[in-house]
């Protein structure tokens, strides 16, 4: 029989030592398992029980409203799918959405050239840039309500700063925010003049990730301005492009301050959008039940651009 060695050092007296670990009973598994994630899952206990009833929950409570035709002082009655049914044969329901496209369609062009442009003309090293990109960026961080104020005085019909504008080029005075032809557009105007410095922050980043070096060969061949945006700029920055396009699609459908600051939703619903139509039934008629409807079909369509948008975007952004 081979003799077994210990790699122990043996004793005073030729004996090996016995550890004490050799008594130690195992350690069960899941106290190990605790004693490993049990510090992590006590400081994350703060943010899930936030998730849970801030977010999670209301977005379950939502939805189960949506088949009811909860009033916050009535019983809840189970109605199923009629709220939904009434949302897609609602005349003011379909004026609404309509109003939401067409502000999406004013909102979103005018934002991504504004701030394409502010972001290309401060992408350098001048003092003065500094300078400038912090007042763009001024507008997005300042009280809606303080926005929206200086605005009406802008937009008033008498003595609003713009028509006084139009007249020293003898264009008649514009009822901005009593037309209904021009009350929405009011709205985008201001949404893209106060939007357009963020965006611009977030397209500065993406275009000083491009090489210097790409403009200065395109320049020693011969490519002009206008051709280096169209052949580098453009298809480098696809990117950041892709992702201030989707935030502001996002924002589109989500309007609401402006709108309830400047118009409150008026003249006849003219300036009324989704998310200001949701609020009007919600904290207004107290119609809990289709509001939670509306906001369903409102995730539902911002759902639906963004997976349009993710689904385009291997045909023009720029791997």
């Known amino acids: 029989m081979s003799e077994i060695r210990s790699t122990r050092a043996p004793g005073p007296r030729g004996r090996v030592p016995i550890s004490d670990n050799d008594h130690a009973p195992a350690r069960p598994r899941s106290q190990s398992r605790w004693k490993t994630w049990g510090p992590a899952l ?16 209301p977005i379950g409570w939502a939805f189960a409203l949506s088949f009811t035709n909860w009033r916050i002082f009535n019983d809840i009655e189970w109605v199923g799918l ?65 926005v929206t104020l200086a605005w009406r005085w ?23 925010l009593a037309d209904p032809a021009w009350a929405l557009p ?18 500065i980043a993406g275009l000083q990730t491009i090489d210097p070096g790409v403009y200065e060969a395109a320049r020693i061949d011969g490519a002009r301005a206008f051709r280096r945006f169209y052949a580098i700029t453009l298809p480098l920055l696809s990117r950041s492009l892709f992702f201030v396009l989707i935030l502001a699609l996002v924002r589109s459908t989500q309007t609401f301050e402006i709108t309830y ?32 409807a509306l906001a369903y079909v409102l995730c539902f369509v911002i759902g639906l651009i963004t997976l349009l948008n993710f689904h385009l975007r291997r045909r023009w952004v720029h791997e």
Do not use: C
């Open 42 to 57: 006590l400081f994350l206990l703060p943010a899930i029980v936030g998730l849970l009833v801030f977010r999670l929950i």
């Open 82 to 146: 009629a709220n939904y049914a009434h949302i897609l044969t609602s005349p003011v329901s379909r004026e609404v959405l309509g109003n939401t496209l067409w502000f999406t369609a004013m909102y979103v062009p005018g934002v991504m050239v504004v701030s394409v442009t502010l972001a290309v003309l401060l992408n350098n090293s001048l003092r003065s840039s500094a300078f400038f990109r912090g007042a763009f960026f001024l507008p997005y961080i300042t009280a809606t309500v303080a």
């Open 154 to 176: 802008i937009f008033s019909t008498r003595f609003g700063l713009l028509n006084h504008l139009l007249a020293q080029v003898d264009i008649d005075r514009i009822a901005w």
């Open 186 to 203: 009011a709205v985008a105007i201001v949404s893209v003049w106060k939007d357009a410095g963020f965006y611009m922050i977030l397209l």
């Open 261 to 292: 600051a400047l118009t409150n939703g008026g003249p006849n619903r003219a300036s009324t959008t989704l998310a200001f139509y949701i609020y009007q039934n919600a904290f207004v008629h107290f119609e809990m039940g289709y509001a939670s």
